[in-house]
């Protein structure tokens, strides 16, 4: 499903970013990416929904071989994929409802299908009351919750998170991570990358940690170890 050998980044500024990862994650799994800032936490991210490309190194997602994948084959890929990020990334002057529909509309879905779906997940996600609100209108959990909508619109195979609670409370960043834990029960495979030890202390999931671009640390029902 995800699978990477001996991947190197390295940016045009010369800073290597990855030296030399290789991973394998299956269909289901539920991953946290651990590890301290400037890590490569993020370019690992980045690499497995094609924003940025490897220096070398094989990386196949969903099927899909990233090294031969053209440009105008990368929608293709990203269908399979949902990302959510730290800053939610809403477009601003569209309600919850349509940004949802945003996605489905651009992959051409026929309006009849975008309106049942988009009902869909938001209701998945608890916000269908709050379908017609605009992102300034609701509170940063409740703009998370309508991101993971949209990440889902697609029915993606695997959801993809850099730093979800990043901007969130206590209180609301478990909200989000039971929303994950749904999504993840009901066969989406998660990776998520997170600087919240007490979430992942707590829910006991496989803990990848890079450090300067490697992975030193790759554990079944693993623990954040960092202080942080
Ligand atoms: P993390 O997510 O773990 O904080 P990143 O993947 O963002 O780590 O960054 C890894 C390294 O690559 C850092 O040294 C960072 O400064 C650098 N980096 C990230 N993005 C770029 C970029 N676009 N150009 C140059 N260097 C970058
Ligand atoms: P861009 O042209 O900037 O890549 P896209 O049309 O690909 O934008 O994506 C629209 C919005 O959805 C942006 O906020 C983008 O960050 C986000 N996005 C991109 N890829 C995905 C994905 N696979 N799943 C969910 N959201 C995505």
Redesign the pocket.
């Known amino acids: 499903m995800i699978e990477m050998q001996d991947v190197w980044k390295e940016y045009p500024n010369g800073t290597q970013a990855l030296n030399g990862i290789s991973v394998h994650i299956q269909k289901g799994e539920f991953v946290y990416i651990v590890g301290p800032s400037g890590a490569g936490k993020s370019t690992f991210i980045k690499l497995m ?1 094609r ?1 940025e490309r490897p220096t070398r190194g094989h990386i196949f997602i969903n099927g899909f071989n990233i090294e031969k994948l053209k440009d105008r084959k990368i ?1 293709l890929l ?2 399979t ?5 730290q800053d939610f ?3 601003p002057k569209l309600t919850a409802a349509e940004n949802v529909a ?2 489905l509309e ?1 992959i051409g879905a026929p309006p009849k299908y975008i309106r049942k779906r988009v009902r869909e997940v938001l209701e998945q996600v608890g916000l269908e009351e709050k379908m017609s609100m605009y992102p300034h209108q609701l509170s940063g959990g409740e703009q998370q919750r309508v ?1 993971v909508a ?2 889902l ?2 029915n ?1 195979a695997v959801l ?1 998170a850099d730093e979800p609670t990043g901007n969130l409370d206590p209180e609301t960043s478990w909200d989000v991570m039971r929303l994950f834990q749904r999504i993840n029960d009901l066969g989406t495979t998660i990776v998520m990358a997170t600087h919240n030890r007490e979430i992942v202390n707590t829910m006991r999931k496989r803990v990848i940690a890079i450090e300067n671009g490697v992975i030193v640390r790759d554990e079944e029902k693993g623990y954040y170890g960092y202080d942080d």
């Not at 994929?81 to 990020?85: H, L, N, Q, T």
């Open positions: 929904y924003e929608p990203r269908r994929i949902g990302v959510v990020f990334k809403l477009l945003f996605a651009v991101a949209r990440s619109a697609n993606p993809i």
